[in-house]
């Protein structure tokens, strides 16, 4: 499973140039952020905190609040260097998100978002892990902002070729090519019970640009 991730973050440093390019749509005003995304950041205030897990190259700064703090985390080198270049001043720090000592250092946040990253993770033993370490620094009131890709979207079984799915199972979808992209298919009642299981309150959840969309909080 180690060998999946490495093969993960090999994919995104080799890549992160394009991706993030491929991400700089704009989908209202100056946000590159979905819409979705957009009306979750659109609710935080002056003061708030946020942290993203999976941060990239920065995107959920383009539509981020006016003094709203941020701190993004992610493994990729090549996506944590643009993101200082795009947003300086901001605090971004290069570490996998299953690294329970750099959860110890993050300190605690209004909101936790995690935008199509947790697929990544190959087992339910580390997206239980990451889970529970975004409840644990999560404020008294705080939500986590959960998304990730739902295979089962008519777009993305035409990307993989129209395989059965299972649920809890790994698939590689390449990506401009390039091997190495591995995601986990989850369905609702997969991300359900996970997100139960790891101790937090689903208040929604729906389906929105070929993604499970939940809120939840502790």
């Given at each position: 499973m180690d060998?999946?991730?490495?093969?993960?973050?090999?994919?995104y440093d080799e890549s992160g140039e394009y991706f993030s390019k491929s991400r700089e749509k704009k989908y209202g005003g100056k946000s590159s952020n979905w819409?979705?995304?957009?009306?979750?950041?659109?609710r935080l205030e002056p003061g708030e905190s946020v942290l993203d897990v999976g941060c990239g190259s920065g995107r959920l700064l383009s539509g981020l609040p006016v003094d709203?703090?941020?701190?993004?985390?992610?493994?990729?080198?090549?996506?944590?260097?643009?993101?200082?270049e795009n947003y300086p001043g901001r605090e971004f720090v290069i570490a996998s998100m299953t690294d329970g000592q750099v959860w110890e250092k993050l300190g605690k946040h209004d909101a936790v978002f995690m935008v199509a990253s947790l697929h990544h993770l190959p087992t339910r033993e580390l997206q239980l892990m990451v889970l529970r370490a975004s409840k644990g620094v999560l404020k008294p009131g705080g939500f986590l902002f959960l998304?990730?890709?739902?295979?089962?979207?008519?777009?993305?079984?035409e990307k993989m070729g129209n395989v059965k799915l299972v649920a809890g199972e790994v698939y590689e979808i390449l990506f401009q090519g390039k091997s190495g992209r591995h995601v986990m298919a989850m369905d609702e009642r997969y991300l359900r019970e996970l997100v139960v299981e790891a101790g937090l309150e689903i208040t929604e959840i729906?389906?929105?640009?070929?993604?499970?969309?939940m809120i939840a909080k502790n």
């Open positions: 060998d999946i991730m490495q093969q993960v973050r090999l994919m819409n979705t995304t957009q009306k979750y950041l659109d709203v703090e941020y701190v993004g985390i992610d493994f990729s080198k090549t996506l944590i260097r643009i993101a200082r998304s990730v890709w739902n295979l089962w979207n008519k777009k993305m079984m729906s389906e929105s640009e070929n993604n499970w969309v």
